[in-house]
């Protein structure tokens, strides 16, 4: 098939999305598929390993530049007589859209708690600007297939935008399992030096560019509250650190937080933790979660997210009801610390075995299927 695949940037350097895109490109083809990205920016080591189609946006404000882009990649991939357009993000008039942002309606509901707060931001340019652009390309007639990574966010489209339930398929995102592997775990101890901390010290592990969105402020709490008083916690990815070094301090456990910054080599930290913990408010397939299972590192996350999929309580992770659940992340915590070596050996070997069943093969394979039920329509369509 003749794919176009449209993301703002084709990049490895940025958030999970991003190397999605770059995975399934790359994916596709070897399969065979001829594969054209339309997009915004793209990493300069990765010009011209694909076709890469740039679109211009007008940056005025976040209102403009999202609406420009969905309006002009949208046209790009109309005039380019491509067999499907597939969207991994928000743009108009393609044929399949996969949602890989959060849902803003709902983002909305749970991130700000009180019914002033949510009004006020409603009325955000921002915000209206990507409910309008989320509601005017999910119920389009053009939009003939709209892919979500859970169960969730099948849910919530359905829920917000009264999309029906045909119209949806989910396809849950796949991991390297090549990349992120438990024999990672032997360089634990060079891990441990870097961080400053010994071999016997308990190692949380967090990674995201969103501090607030993610927990990180629960987090520490729980941590404030732990009977683990030398449990340490590594911050990865890159937020307002400053500002979350003063609530560490206030709590007391300043020495306990290590902030390492974004990593090209995640996967080390993710073995040599004996936790991951990511208890976000609202996120569609926190790819966060699978990487460290994938490495045989078990996982606190909520059930307000879309990895409540694949968790299995108290089996491969601990799944606690609120990003503000403090006694229920720090409960997780300490449970997961008193486990025996037997029960240790055992959730990592359950963590590796869910994380090699949803494998990147796996995720194209199911969205290869669906896109070549889309041309076949659009074939039927033209013929009639």
């Given at each position: 098939?003749?794919?176009?695949?449209?993301?703002?940037?084709?990049?490895?350097?940025?958030?999970?999305?991003?190397?999605y895109?770059?995975?399934?490109?790359?994916t596709?083809?070897?399969?065979?598929?001829e594969?054209?990205v339309?997009?915004?920016s793209?990493?300069?080591?990765?010009?011209g390993?694909?076709?890469?189609i740039?679109v211009?946006?007008?940056?005025?404000?976040?209102?403009?530049?999202?609406?420009?882009?969905?309006?002009?990649?949208?046209?790009?991939?109309?005039?380019?007589?491509?067999?499907?357009?597939?969207?991994?993000?928000?743009?108009?008039?393609?044929?399949?859209?996969?949602?890989?942002?959060?849902?803003?309606?709902?983002?909305?509901?749970?991130?700000?708690?009180?019914?002033?707060?949510?009004?006020?931001?409603?009325?955000?340019?921002?915000?209206?600007?990507?409910?309008?652009?989320?509601?005017?390309?999910?119920?389009?007639?053009?939009t003939?297939?709209?892919?979500?990574?859970?169960?969730?966010?099948?849910?919530?489209?359905?829920?917000?935008?009264?999309?029906?339930?045909?119209?949806?398929?989910?396809?849950?995102?796949?991991?390297?399992?090549?990349?992120?592997?438990?024999?990672?775990?032997?360089?634990?101890?060079?891990?441990?030096?870097?961080l400053?901390?010994?071999?016997?010290?308990?190692?949380?592990v967090?990674?995201?560019?969103?501090?607030?969105?993610?927990?990180?402020?629960?987090?520490?709490?729980?941590?404030?509250g732990?009977?683990?008083?030398?449990?340490?916690?590594?911050v990865?990815?890159?937020?307002?650190e400053?500002?979350?070094?003063?609530i560490?301090?206030?709590?007391?456990?300043?020495?306990?937080?290590?902030?390492?910054?974004?990593?090209?080599?995640?996967?080390?930290?993710?073995?040599?933790?004996?936790?991951?913990?990511?208890?976000?408010?609202?996120?569609?397939?926190?790819?966060?979660?699978?990487?460290?299972?994938?490495?045989?590192?078990?996982?606190?996350?909520?059930?307000?997210?879309g990895?409540?999929?694949?968790?299995?309580?108290?089996?491969?992770?601990?799944?606690?009801?609120?990003?503000?659940?403090?006694?229920?992340?720090?409960?997780?915590?300490e449970?997961?610390?008193?486990?025996?070596?037997?029960?240790?050996?055992?959730?990592?070997?359950?963590?590796?075995e869910?994380?090699?069943?949803?494998?990147?093969?796996?995720n194209?394979?199911?969205?290869?299927?669906?896109?070549?039920?889309?041309?076949?329509?659009?074939?039927?369509v033209?013929?009639?």
């Amino acid at each position: 098939m003749k794919i176009a695949l449209v993301k703002r940037r084709y990049s490895l350097r940025h958030g999970g999305s991003e190397r999605y895109c770059v995975n399934l490109s790359r994916t596709l083809t070897r399969m065979g598929h001829e594969v054209t990205v339309i997009g915004e920016s793209i990493d300069a080591d990765l010009v011209g390993e694909v076709r890469f189609i740039p679109v211009r946006v007008l940056r005025l404000s976040s209102s403009t530049r999202n609406r420009t882009f969905a309006e002009n990649a949208g046209a790009a991939a109309r005039a380019g007589g491509y067999d499907v357009a597939y969207g991994l993000g928000r743009s108009y008039g393609l044929d399949a859209v996969r949602v890989t942002e959060r849902l803003q309606s709902h983002w909305l509901n749970v991130y700000y708690r009180s019914g002033i707060s949510r009004f006020v931001q409603r009325n955000n340019p921002r915000h209206r600007t990507l409910i309008g652009l989320e509601r005017d390309i999910y119920c389009a007639a053009s939009t003939r297939r709209i892919i979500t990574q859970s169960q969730l966010d099948r849910l919530l489209v359905q829920e917000y935008y009264g999309v029906p339930a045909g119209k949806i398929h989910t396809v849950y995102n796949g991991v390297d399992a090549r990349l992120f592997h438990p024999g990672l775990r032997e360089h634990a101890g060079t891990v441990r030096r870097e961080l400053g901390i010994a071999s016997d010290v308990p190692l949380l592990v967090f990674a995201s560019m969103d501090f607030e969105g993610k927990g990180l402020r629960y987090i520490l709490r729980a941590l404030a509250g732990l009977r683990q008083q030398d449990a340490t916690l590594a911050v990865l990815g890159k937020g307002p650190e400053a500002k979350f070094r003063r609530i560490a301090a206030r709590l007391g456990i300043e020495n306990r937080i290590l902030f390492a910054g974004r990593r090209n080599d995640i996967e080390r930290y993710y073995a040599a933790a004996d936790l991951c913990v990511l208890p976000t408010a609202y996120e569609p397939f926190p790819n966060v979660n699978l990487e460290a299972m994938a490495c045989g590192t078990p996982v606190v996350t909520t059930s307000t997210s879309g990895a409540a999929d694949m968790v299995e309580h108290q089996r491969s992770g601990y799944l606690v009801s609120a990003v503000d659940a403090v006694e229920e992340i720090g409960t997780a915590i300490e449970t997961c610390l008193n486990l025996s070596t037997a029960e240790r050996a055992a959730m990592a070997a359950r963590c590796r075995e869910i994380a090699c069943s949803m494998t990147i093969e796996k995720n194209v394979e199911q969205t290869v299927k669906i896109l070549e039920e889309v041309r076949r329509e659009k074939l039927s369509v033209r013929a009639a």
